[in-house]
Structures are given as C-alpha cells and as structure tokens.
C-alpha cells in the first residue's frame, strides 16, 4: 500500500525558499501522477501544482505560479517542491498527493500524506 511522507517544512521570513520533499514507500510512483496540496487554517485544501507520471506539469496555482516548481525523481521515489520569494500567505499545511494514472493531472482520488507545515513570518 503506497505511503507518503512530506518533509521539508518549517518557519521562514517573508522572501525566503523551502524546499519540501515527499517520499513514497510501498509501490513505485511512476504509477501516479504526484501533486502538492495546501489548506490554510479556516480554509479548503487547494491544489498547488502538479505532475503526472510523464513529468508534465499541470498549470500552477495564480498564486504561486513563477516562484514554485514541482518536480520528481521516480528512481528515488520522491517528489518536490521548490518554494522561492515565500509570502505570509503562503502559510498553511502542505500536503503531498498520488493519482492513479489514467485520471487528468491530480483530478482522480488521492492518496495522502500527513503534511508538513510552512509558515512564513516576519
């Protein structure tokens, strides 16, 4: 049964960069397409970006698009998310997704992580 882990997370002044990593464990993730959720307290979980099982990447979030970048390693089961020029409004959980291939992006159901929290603070 596939397994995600994110990690990465942590506190950070406003301009700063993460870089949050999800490891997968108990199948291979060139099965999924991959994504990078967030839910802000007091909000709905939110799609960031995502990846499918060829690497192509589906239209960022408006709100993150130029300073975040979704990639994946197949070979050592992990995906990323590189996070530059981080905003206050960043904050929130992030999550880690997999979808099975033959859906649209991260459209299908979604296995998850626990999620890593990412604040920015000044």
């Known amino acids: 049964q596939l397994q995600l882990v994110e990690s990465g997370g942590g506190s950070v002044q406003p301009g700063g960069s993460l870089r949050l990593s999800c490891v997968a464990s108990?199948?291979?993730?060139?099965?999924?397409?991959m994504g990078w959720f967030r839910q802000a307290p007091g909000t709905e979980r939110q799609e960031v970006s995502c990846?499918?099982?060829?690497?192509?990447?589906?239209p960022y979030a408006a709100s993150v698009k130029g300073r975040f970048t979704i990639s994946r390693d197949d070979a050592e089961n992990t995906v990323y998310l590189q996070m530059n020029t981080l905003k206050p409004e960043d904050t929130a959980i992030y999550y880690c997704?997999?979808?099975?291939?033959?859906?649209?992006?991260?459209?299908?159901?979604?296995?998850w992580g626990r999620g890593t929290q990412v604040t920015v603070s000044s």
């Open positions: 997704a997999a979808v099975p291939r033959g859906y649209s992006y991260c459209s299908g159901p979604r296995s």
């Open positions: 108990g199948e291979s993730l060139d099965h999924y397409s």
């Open positions: 990846i499918n099982h060829r690497g192509e990447k589906a």
